[in-house]
């Protein structure tokens, strides 16, 4: 891939339209290396958002709705069902209510995979407000750092190293918490460094994010979530490695 250019495919994964049509597929669709396609993957559990959703992607040429069954949702699965549907070797994972800091984007982290041993690239992911609030997220990028965690919050994959070791949607049994909190990309990261993989972060490719207008509020999910998955991951970080995965949902699916 040296000096050529890349092309990606984007999965923006999302329950409801939430940020996407006020800011997240205006900021991809001009950034300086443009996605080849931009595939929503929408739980179909709210007709009315689904419609409304599609009727807005109309006008958009390389933009298509997936839809799956509300009874299906896992974090694995609506990954791995978007990434299944998609045609380029790059595909980056970006979250519905996530927005990237710059116009560059994804130019910066496509650059890293020049080195074809990189698996994945990932950023940070930083609330709205400055100052003491932005300190306090500092504890998630601390966590990431030690490691080269990335999140499918935003992160760039090899689709060829994702055929080796999917998302692991038997994670939900073996380790039952993950169906609510995910972890399924700590456990991928972990998978990819025991295969000899490179995982690599950059802080220019980070994306903005936030779930709540009320920033004390999403002051306090984070740090709570911050000890929640600490415990989790070291409950991951105990598997065996190298392990396989189970992809039976997406398979369904995509048949």
């Known amino acids: 891939m040296q000096g050529a250019r890349m092309s990606v495919s984007v999965v923006v994964r999302c329950a409801t339209r939430e940020k996407l049509f006020q800011g997240v597929l205006d900021r991809l669709l001009h950034q300086t290396v443009v996605p080849s396609e931009i595939l929503i993957v929408m739980d179909s559990w709210s007709q009315e958002e689904v419609r409304y959703v599609s009727r807005r992607l109309e006008r958009y040429s390389?933009?298509?709705?997936?839809?799956?069954?509300?009874?299906?949702?896992?974090?694995?699965?609506?990954?791995?069902?978007?990434?299944?549907?998609?045609?380029?070797?790059?595909?980056?994972?970006?979250?519905?209510?996530?927005?990237?800091?710059?116009?560059?984007?994804?130019?910066?982290g496509l650059k890293h995979f020049e080195d074809e041993n990189v698996a994945g690239v990932g950023g940070f992911f930083y609330p709205l407000a400055e100052g003491f609030a932005r300190r306090l997220f500092n504890l998630v990028e601390v966590q990431m750092k030690r490691i080269n965690w990335i999140s499918t919050i935003n992160c760039i994959i090899r689709k060829s190293r994702w055929e080796e070791y999917p998302f692991d949607e038997d994670l939900l049994e073996i380790i039952p918490e993950t169906r609510k909190l995910g972890g399924e990309d700590y456990d991928w990261t972990l998978e990819m460094l025991s295969r000899g993989y490179k995982i690599l972060l950059d802080p220019d490719f980070s994306v903005i994010h936030a779930h709540r207008e009320d920033i004390v509020l999403e002051i306090l999910r984070n740090l709570r979530s911050y000890f929640i998955y600490k415990r989790l991951q070291e409950k991951i970080k105990r598997l065996e490695r190298p392990r396989e995965s189970s992809r039976f949902f997406w398979q369904n699916q995509a048949a």
């Open 62 to 108: 390389n933009c298509r709705l997936i839809t799956f069954k509300h009874e299906e949702f896992s974090h694995p699965f609506s990954a791995n069902l978007g990434i299944s549907y998609s045609k380029e070797e790059l595909v980056c994972i970006i979250n519905g209510h996530a927005l990237p800091i710059s116009l560059r984007w994804l130019e910066v």
